[in-house]
């Protein structure tokens, strides 16, 4: 491990967790690599003019029914005003199957200080309910005013309560394409008629968190939770940089803590047999990465670096982007059978965690198309993966949907009857880890 951080910024670190021993013609290598950032609060801070944020509000027209959630954006979109730092660049848009700024208005961002919050907060009292959804939209301005601020932490709240039924699906995959690595952003869907693979997929692409709140009266400590996280970040437009020897394939790099993204194919070329991944923006907080590499077979006793991780972030124009920290992956080739054999505990835990979210997902869809078998298999393998796992959060989720026999077999039987929300937020956590156990 070495850290190359500079005494004034958050400190970064890059640990590798591996079993590098392979039987003799063994070529797939896998590691965990672990990136954790530190002392953001005790080092100088992030400038409260480099932040900018937009929320974006469903105002479609089932926000009004029930009233209640109406009620809720406008209060929770209040809530996150009032969490802003001092400084921060921030707007409000109104999201139908248009677009609209909600404040400061004429495409610009408003300073947040005393004056501004009370400014938004009263512009919030005109939001109501009408029109249609459209959410690749909404992200193309909140684009657009993101672009116009200099600030290196750009972040958006995103809030719907429907499907995304007033534009084809490619072209909110568009609006998703032309954002990413522009802002991050957080999904948020409130009620139970609008589409997980829609405000997860907003999420995803664009690094950010998504999660439902049933409960509209719950949206104003979820919105302020994810403003606090939002003003805690320090350091933005991070890329986990892999390096590989001639003859050596990347067969994916995927983030599995805090939650489950597959990166391999949002890959930029980064020089000569290196490629960059992006991680977004970081606070003080530790993830995970599960990198897989195929090195070309060797015979016992040869070892080799199967792959360089490094941490970068943009330097100075003009100048290379800035090391903040690496690890190595290697390859050693062995006949040691209890050696070669063995599975490094990191690894397989966030294999099976991996394992666990894709079980999940397709036991939800086959329960869906009405295969008892698939679904009743599939979910039950979910039991016992997060079972095993001590993923306990997930466990009760999965027991609200199957009762459980035995979990430690994954014996399930499916329940007659789940309730929309009870399903809706298994599938929305189904990406949620836990962290390795420590011996």
Known sequence: MANFAKPSAPRFSVDVYQNEFLPEGGRDVHAIVTVTSTGGHTATRTSTQDAAVVIMVDCSGSMEYPPEKMRGAREATAAAIDTLRDGTAFAVIAGTHVAKEVYPG?????RADATTRAQAKEALRGLSAGGGTAIGTWLRLADGLLRRSTASIRHGI???DG???HE?????????????GRFTCDARGVGTDWEVKEVTGVASALLGTADIVADPARLSADFTHMMENAMGKEVADVALRLWTPVGVEIRYVKQVSPAVHDLTDRRTEAGPRAGDYPTGSWGDESREYHVCVRVPGAAVGQEMLAARATLVMPGPPGEAPAVLAQGLVRAVWTDDLAASTAINAQVAHYTGQAELAQAIQQGLEARKLGDVGGATAKLGRAVQLASSSGNADTAKLLAKVVDVVDAAAGTVRLKAKVADADEMTLETRSTQTVRVKKA
């Open 106 to 110: 004429q495409g610009l961002l408003a």
């Open 168 to 180: 084809e699906p490619a072209v909110l995959r568009a609006a998703l394409d032309a954002c990413a």
């Open 158 to 160: 995103l809030l719907t």
């Open 163 to 165: 499907r995304n039924e």
